[in-house]
C-alpha cells in the first residue's frame, strides 16, 4: 500500500488531497456533531430542570395548603355538623370553605359529599347535588383512611382530593373533597405556557391526568409509560422531543416535561445524509484534483526527464515548452538554456576543427611539390655558381633554405631556425629591393630555443617589406623579443610608412577580418590563436610619423620540454 | 509508518466523539415484575379503563392492556401458549372462551362463591357481566311491539327485522339459539320461518341494528340489552322489549392464561372486578347485569327478567351444524 502510493506521483498527491479535504470533515462529523448534540440536550436539560422547579413550586404551591386545609375542613365542627344536617351551622360553613379556597389560590373546587356520595355543600365548580360513589374511586379511598388521599379525576376533572369526616365512633358522615379541574390546572401551569416546554401530569401507574396539550395525554403518555414498563429510556411517541420526569412526594404523581431537542432523529440522519453526500462530493473533488495537479506537475517532469533521454543520445536540439511561470518553468528554461549553450559550444569546437584542417591542408598543398622546386634551386645554384653570377647562386641558396624548412615535418621549430629563415627571405627581398633596407634581427641569446609555429615571423618581416619600407631608400626593419611572465613577444618594427588606422583596427580587433594585402598577418593570427587559443596572437601599432611595429605573443615554451608533442604534429 | 500514524489517529478521534445519548434514567418508577398484571381484553375503552384504573388505584399494580376483538385476542393468546404474554383474558362471550379453554388455566374453586345462580360457572373462566338478548322496535312505527320470540316469525314482521348474521356476529348467534329455546317445534322448521320472515335482510354488524330501528329502516329488531340502553341513552327514539316467553342471558367471561407470569396479580384482578365495586357499577353505570347473587336485589330489570335455561355448553357444540343448516337456508334461497 505505502509502496503503491509513494510509486507515482498521482497517488501521492491523490492521497495527500485526500487526507486534507476528508480530515476537517471526519472531525467534523464525528466530532463536532455528539458535540453540538450534547451541548444542546445538555441546555434543554437545563433549561427543562429550571422549568420543572417553576411548576413542582407551582403543584406544591397548591398541594401543600391543600394537604393542610383537609385535615382542618375534615375535623371541622362546622363542617360535621353540616355534613350530619344541621342547617343552621352553614352560615359559619361557607366561610370556612371560602378560606380553604384562598389558602389554596383558588385552583380547586370545594365540596362536602355526605355519606351516600351526594355534594351537599361547594364552591368554586362543584355542584351541589353532584353524586360521588362512595364506593369508588376518591371517596371509597378517602373512607379507607383518615389522612389525606389523591385520586384520578373522570371527565374535566384532573384530580380530587379529599378526606373522610369521621363522627365520634369513627364512621364516616361525609367526606370534604377539592377538585382540580382542567382549567385550574392549565392556570396553576400557564407558568410555562409561553416556552416550548409541554406538561404532563400523570399518576402513580403513569396513565395521564393532565396535559397542557390534548394530544400528549392520549399517545405521549401511553407510549412513556410502554417504556418505562419496557425498561426502556424515555424517548416518546417520535423521538423528536426529551422528557424529563419528577415524582411529587405529597400526591405520588409525576410531572414530565416533555421539549423538543434540536437535534431530532430526523435531523441527524439528514445531518449524516448530507455528510455522506459531502464525503462522495470530496472524493469526487480529490480524484479531480489530483488529476489536474498530477498532471500539471508530472507532466513537465516527464517531458523534461524524456528530453533528458533525448541530449543523452545526441540530439541536442531538443528544446521543452516554457510556457510556465513556476519552478517548473524556470527549470525548463535552464534545461533550454542549457541545451542550447552546450550545443553552440559544441558547432563552435566542430568549425575550430574544421579551420585547423583547412590550414593544415593549405600548407600540406604548399608542400606539394617542393622537392621538384627544390632540386630545381639546386640546379639553378650550381649554374649561377658555373656561369659566375654568385647573386643568382645565392639567391638559390636561400630559397632552396626557405624551401626546405617548409617542408619539414615539424610544425613548432625553435625561434633560431624561423629566425634563419628570416634572414634568408631578406636576402632574397634584398636583391629584390637593391638594399633599400637593412634588417636587423635581436634576439637575446634566451629565447632562442623557443618554440613557435613555423613561418610566423616570415610573413610580418614580409608585411613590413612590402607595405613599410618598399618606397623608401633607407628602410630600417627590427625584429626583437622580449619575455613578458611567461608569454614571449616578438616585435618586427619598421620605420616606413605605418599603417592606416582602418588597418590597425582590423588588426587588434579579436575578430579579425582577412583585408586585402595583409593576408600573411592574419593567417599569422590565425595560426597562433589555433595552437594556443585566442589569448594569444598578433597587434599591431603605428606611430603617428610614420613607422609600425606588429608583435606576435606566444606561449613561452622551450624546446626540450615540447620536443615529442613538437614532433607528433 | 506516516500511514499507520494517521490510521491511528482516526480511531483515536472516532473512540474519543461522545457517545452521548440522553434520557433522565427512570427505571425505580416503574414496579418490579412482581408488581405488574397483562390483559388481552374485547371490551371498549369506556368499560375497561376506569375498571383497571380503579384497580391500579386501589392495588398499585400496574395493568398493561391489549385490546381487541375477542377472536383476534383469543387467537394471539393460542399463538402466544409456548411463551404467554398475556395474564388474563378480560372480555368475550363464555362460549369464545370455552372454546380457547385449552390455553386457560383451571381456576381455585373458592374464588367464584359469591356468584348468581344464574351466571354460568366454568372451571376455567368466570362470568363476569349479564348481556340478555332484547327485542326492540322503532317507537314511532310501532304501536304493538312484539312481546315475545315467537312473534318474530309472524307475517307481520315480515321484510322489518333488523338482525345482524349470526356468523358474523356472536350476540346474533346468541339470538337464533334463544329463538330456538324459545319457540317450541322442530329447530328447522323454526330456522326457516325466521330466515323466510327476514326476507334476505341480514346486518353486517351487530353495531347496525339500533340505527337500522331507528332510522326506521326496520321497524324492530333483535340486539344485546346493553347496545339498546346505550342507544336509547344517546336519544335514540326505540323501545325495549322482554320477551314474554324469556330470553338468554350469556355472561362475557373473565379468564386467567395458561403458564402466565403474573398469577396472583391476575387472581386480584379477578377478584376485584367479581367484587361488589365494579358489579354494582356494571347496573349503574354500564348498562349490564351482575353476576352476583348479592347483588340481585339492586337490580330491578333483572328481578323482572324471564330467563330461558340456556345450555353454553350445548350452544357450543351446535353453533357449527346450526350456522350450516342457515347457511344452506341462505344459500337455498
Redesign the interface.
Known sequence: ??HW?RRSFKTRIFYTVL?VSL?PL??CD??ML??L??HS?TKI?QESRQQMALIQDALSGLLEPLNEALPALAQDEVVRGALTGDEAETGALYPRLFQAATDTGFYAGIGLFDAAGVCRYAINGIDVGAKL?V???VL??AGQTDEPVY??G?DDIVFYAAQAVRDAQGSAVGYVVFAVNETKADQLFSILSDTSADILLL?????PLYSSQPALGDTVAAALR?Q??D?K???GSGGEF????Q?ETTSGY?LVVQKPKTFTATLIHAFYFISILKGALCLLLCFWGAWLLSRHLSRPIRELNTAMGAVERGHYAVRLKEDREDELGKLAEGFNRMTREYSLNLQRSVQRQKELNDTRLRMMQAQLNPHFLYNTLDVMKWLGTTNNIPVIAAMATDLAFILRSSITGNNLIPLQTELDLVEHYVNIQNVRFEDRFTCEIDVPEAYQRCLVPKLVLQPLVENAILHGVAGQDDGYIKLSALQEQETLVITVADNGCGMSAEVLDMLNSPDKRIHGGHLGLYNVDRIIKLYFGNNYGITAQSGPEGGSRVSVRLPMTREEANDAQGSDR | ?K?RA?ALL?CF??A?????????S??D??PADNG?LVIYTSHKVEIYQ?II??F???T?I???VVSGGTNDMLKQIALESDYPQADLMFGGGVESLNAYSDYFAELPADICGGLDTHAAVGKKWLPFSLLPIVLIYNRKLVTQPPESWADLLDSRWSGSIAYAKPDVSGSSYTALITLLLAVPGEDENILRAFYQNLEGKLLDSSGDVVGAVSDGDCAIGITLEETALKGIAAGKEIGIVYPADGTSNVPDGIAIVKGCAHWDNALTFIRFVLG??VQ??LI?TYYRHSVLSSLAGEDTQAQEMRLLDYDIQWASDQKSSILTQWNALAAGE
Open positions: 500500500m505505502k502510493i487526507l480530515l471526519v472531525i464525528v466530532i455528539p458535540i448534540i450534547a440536550e436539560a360513589y364506593n369508588w374511586g371509597r379511598a385520586a384520578d373522570a399518576n402513580a401507574s403513569w396513565e410502554q418505562l414498563w425498561g429510556k424515555l424517548t426529551a422528557y424529563f420526569v415524582r409525576f | 509508518m500511514l494517521t482516526l478521534v472516532l474519543a466523539a461522545p457517545n452521548y445519548t440522553f434520557a433522565e427512570v427505571d418508577y416503574a405488574r376506569p384504573r380503579e391500579e388505584q386501589r398499585g400496574w395493568v398493561q361488589e365495586d354494582r357499577r349503574t
